[in-house]
Every structure is written in structure tokens, then in C-alpha cells.
């Protein structure tokens, strides 16, 4: 039997996403859009495909994504052509965006059955995921995938390859050094200094391995320098974790005193998501009526927050809501700021 944790259904969701995306980018009927998905080609898409009769759920996934309201008469997403940048990574395998509701938008694009997220969840049958399967075991050309834009996991990966050569570099050096010191350790014969001054004219590559010492050593150093560079300027600060009421830039290995929140990686995307207090002075809607404060439940009560994160609350992992009129009226009517 499969254990289908939250984490790895949101995985197996976003893999069948893009593997009906490569299906869809050379068989169908929008693959003029999805076979090179620019920004702007998937705005157009977006637009084409809400201007036909969007489910309401769709309209959902929109709102949540643009922060308004989906209007037939104008192209709401055409001032946000920039957002898609991470609708086109996510379908090249860039990068697994944080927020769920980029996935939604997806999976609209590329009409992936079923959407969004908290439906694929609820209808995912823990002991049989046959679609998940299928698309899973679809052929694909390992190059699939698109190389405008390089990824941080490529970054990463080709500085861990570097930091791979740079230490294979110094422990050859080491292995040099060390037989260089055995040689210069054997005893020599004794004679006389005459000898000893004239054979040393005579061959100057004796005092090679001296040199050879030296340049090992000043070669250490360096790497040894480099490789420190890389490590504080890629590694040492690319994780961040929740402390108290936001996310704080830490060390991927650093292990904060009291806080046994999960260490992520960074996400810049989430360092403005905010656990606030709120209480019936603090406006929760837009005048339009989207709800801009989320809620989530906790054992000692409701937490609130400014925007719904990756979906999820960062301590208890459980799914973030938009505020609404019932849960104002039941949390936070009559409740006096402090």
C-alpha cells in the first residue's frame, strides 16, 4: 500500500500536470501555445480558454491566481503577462512553485483532470492511482524539456560538480605531497660536501620537490578558498524557516534553539507571508468583496494570515482558507484589537 501524505500527493499532482503538458504541447489542440510556452503565449491561452464558459472552480483558481475577478469584456491577464513566468517554469520543471494556485492554473491550461489541487486530493483513491500511473509511465526524450532559462537546480548542480573536481584536484596534490615527503625522508649516503656540491650542479632537478611542495600547498590554499566562496555564497543561506509569526533566511543545517518548525528551501515568494492579528476592525475584503486575510485551524483555535502561502499553515501543514462572512461574524465581530 502506498502512504499518501499530503507532500507526496501534491507531487504525484504536479507530475501529471506535466506530463499531460507534454502531451498536450505536440497532440493537442493548443499546442500551437504549449509547444514553446512564453509568457505571453500562455497569457493568450489563459485568455482563450476563459473566454469560452469557465467552470466556476476555474474561476476560482483565477481569482485567487490574478487577484481579481475574470471579466469577458477585457483581458484581465494581459497586465500580468509577468506571472506566467512561473506557469512556463513549472511546466519545464524549473521549479516547483510554492503556491499551489500557480499549479491550478496549470493544470487549467492544459485542461488536467481533475482540478484544482483540493479536488485531485479528495478524489485520489489511496490503494489505486491508475492516471497517476499511466502518465507516469508515458516514454518521453530525456531533453524534453526547454534550456532558455537555466534553474537554480542546475546552478546547484553544476557548483556541487565544480566543488566535486576542485576537492579530486586537492587530494591528488595531497597524494603528491605526501610522496614527495616520503622521498625527501630517506636517508642519503654519506659523502663528502665536495660531492654533494658538485653532484647538486650537476643535477638541478633535485630541488624539485621542494618547489613542487610549495606549489602544492599555495594550490590547497586556493582551492581551499574557492571552495569556501561557493559554500557561503550558494549553500549557507538558501533555506528559511517559520518563526513565530514569518519566515526567517537560515542555514539549510542550522537548527534554531525551540524551534521545531521544518527547515524549507528558500522561497523568496513567501519571506512577505505574515501570521497577523486580527479582529473586527481589521478589513478582510476588498470592496469588490475578495476576501484578502486567510484562516487557518489550529488545536488551540484559528490563526489568521495576508495571503494564503503555499496554500498551507506553516506550522501544523494544514490547508489555509479566504476568509469569509460566516467566519468574520463567528472570530472576529466584537473582538477588540490589542
Not at 569556501?228 to 534554531?256: R, T
Request: hydrophobic content about 35%.
Amino acid at each position: 500500500m502506498r502512504k499518501n501524505t499530503l507532500e507526496k500527493i501534491e507531487n504525484d499532482y504536479r507530475e501529471a500536470i506535466r506530463n499531460k503538458f507534454r502531451i498536450e504541447k505536440t497532440e493537442g489542440k493548443h499546442s500551437h501555445y504549449l509547444s514553446n510556452p512564453s509568457q505571453a503565449l500562455l497569457r493568450d491561452l489563459c485568455w482563450e480558454i476563459f473566454s469560452s464558459n469557465p467552470k466556476d472552480e476555474d474561476l476560482s483558481v483565477y481569482r485567487n491566481f490574478f487577484r481579481t475577478d475574470f471579466k469577458s469584456e477585457e483581458d484581465t491577464s494581459t497586465k500580468y503577462t509577468d506571472k506566467f513566468k512561473k506557469v512556463g517554469g513549472f511546466y519545464r520543471g524549473e521549479k516547483n512553485p510554492a503556491n499551489i494556485t500557480t499549479v491550478d492554473l496549470a493544470a487549467i491550461l492544459v485542461d488536467f483532470q481533475p482540478r484544482p489541487f483540493n479536488k485531485f486530493r479528495k478524489e485520489i483513491d489511496p490503494e489505486d492511482l491508475k492516471l497517476i500511473e499511466e502518465l507516469r509511465d508515458t516514454n518521453f526524450p530525456k531533453n524534453d524539456f526547454f534550456s532558455d532559462n537555466l534553474t537554480d537546480e542546475v546552478e546547484i548542480e553544476k557548483v556541487a560538480d565544480l566543488k566535486s573536481e576542485e576537492q579530486e584536484q586537492i587530494q591528488s596534490q595531497e597524494s603528491e605531497l605526501i610522496q614527495n615527503q616520503k622521498l625527501e625522508s630517506v636517508p642519503m649516503p654519506i659523502v663528502s660536501v665536495t660531492s654533494v656540491v658538485k653532484e647538486d650542479k650537476e643535477k638541478p632537478e633535485n630541488i624539485i620537490p621542494t618547489k613542487l611542495l610549495h606549489i602544492g600547498i599555495v594550490t590547497f590554499v586556493v582551492f581551499g578558498l574557492v571552495a569556501a566562496v561557493i559554500y557561503f555564497a550558494f549553500f549557507n543561506k538558501q533555506c528559511m524557516q517559520w518563526s513565530e509569526d514569518h519566515y526567517e533566511i537560515v542555514d539549510c543545517s542550522s537548527k534554531i534553539e525551540g524551534n521545531f518548525n521544518e527547515i524549507i528551501r528558500l522561497d523568496k515568494d513567501l519571506l512577505d507571508f505574515r501570521k497577523i492579528k486580527a479582529c473586527d476592525t481589521t478589513t478582510c475584503f476588498l470592496t469588490n468583496g475578495d476576501p484578502i486575510v486567510w484562516y487557518g485551524k489550529t488545536a488551540n483555535g484559528i490563526d489568521f494570515f495576508n495571503d494564503n502561502g503555499n496554500g498551507l499553515h506553516p506550522e501544523n501543514k494544514k490547508a489555509l482558507h479566504p476568509m469569509t462572512g460566516y467566519m468574520f461574524s463567528k472570530y472576529l465581530k466584537g473582538k477588540i484589537c490589542e
